[in-house]
């Protein structure tokens, strides 16, 4: 069984206990009342460095708020490495400087098992856009098990395949569960450059046409280094009955943090039924 420690704790956000709580917290209490009053089956969230991406981040889990969820489905993209397929951790202890969550050994062990996973540990040791995630989900949810994914392909076919095993686990689950894909979008533009791109692919993504989202990533109209788990995600949630996308805020790191010559896009956005 693997204890999998926290590797950005006191540089993407706090490592101590107390200042992370509280950071959190505020930026739940800037984002706001919950904006969606119908079924969530996924939220999308942004995996920088708190400062830049936290007050994004807090509109999506704001609306997990209030929720009896189980279970944390987290697809998150590697950074270090591409690989064939996905990398789902079978079991055992995901850590922040909140405490431990347990990792879900029934789905996780299933999953494992299914044509197109693996359990690839370098891709999770050093991947900070999964554990960014963590934080958020146990201040809003307080007590839950994750499963902690990270896609290794951006090729919409295999996005595909990888979906249909984590749909196919997740409808005989009688558990509540929540989907949350992890994705940044442009990177290193002008502040108005920024905008243009990220605003393609709200567009592509509001129209919840998984197709369109791929082209306009492909064809150099938007950027997003979550391809794949956005691809992936997206298909899983349609197929477990999604019907639409719901935009909650839009802001870059010109925004938040940092000069406006070279921004990073983040996005908040809800997965309904």
């Not at 706090?14 to 992370?20: A, F, V, W, Y």
């Not at 996005?159 to 005989?172: E, M």
């Not at 298909?235 to 019907?243: E, I, K, Q, S, V």
Request: with cysteine; proline share 4%; glycine share 10%.
């Amino acid at each position: 069984m693997w204890h999998r420690k926290p590797i950005v704790a006191g540089s993407f956000y706090p490592g101590d206990p107390d200042d992370l709580n509280r950071e959190i917290d505020r930026y739940l209490a800037e984002a706001g009342d919950k904006k969606l009053t119908g079924s969530i089956v996924g939220v999308i969230s942004p995996h920088a460095g708190y400062i830049y991406s936290g007050p994004v981040a807090a509109h999506s889990f704001n609306e997990l708020k209030g929720l009896d969820i189980d279970v944390a489905v987290v697809l998150a993209p590697s950074h270090r490495a591409r690989f064939a397929g996905a990398s789902v951790i079978p079991e055992g202890i995901y850590g922040t400087p909140l405490g431990e969550v347990t990792v879900d050994a029934p789905l996780g062990g299933a999953l494992v098992e299914k044509e197109g996973f693996a359990f690839i540990k370098e891709a999770h040791q050093y991947e900070h856009s999964l554990e960014v995630q963590v934080p958020f989900l146990q201040r809003v949810l307080g007590s839950f098990s994750i499963v902690p994914i990270v896609v290794g392909t951006t090729e919409i076919n295999a996005c595909r395949y990888v979906a249909a095993g984590i749909s196919a686990a997740l409808a005989a689950e009688k558990r509540r569960w929540i989907m949350v894909i992890s994705t940044d979008l442009s990177h290193y533009h002008s502040y108005a450059q920024a905008k243009k791109l990220d605003g393609a692919f709200v567009d592509s993504l509001r129209s919840f046409d998984i197709e369109a989202v791929e082209r306009t990533i492909a064809t150099g109209k938007a950027e997003a280094c979550g391809e794949g788990p956005v691809l992936t995600g997206l298909t899983a949630c349609r197929d477990l009955g999604a019907r639409g996308v719901e935009i909650l805020k839009y802001a870059n790191s010109g925004d938040t943090a940092g000069g406006r010559d070279q921004v990073v896009g983040y996005l908040a956005a809800a997965i309904v039924g």
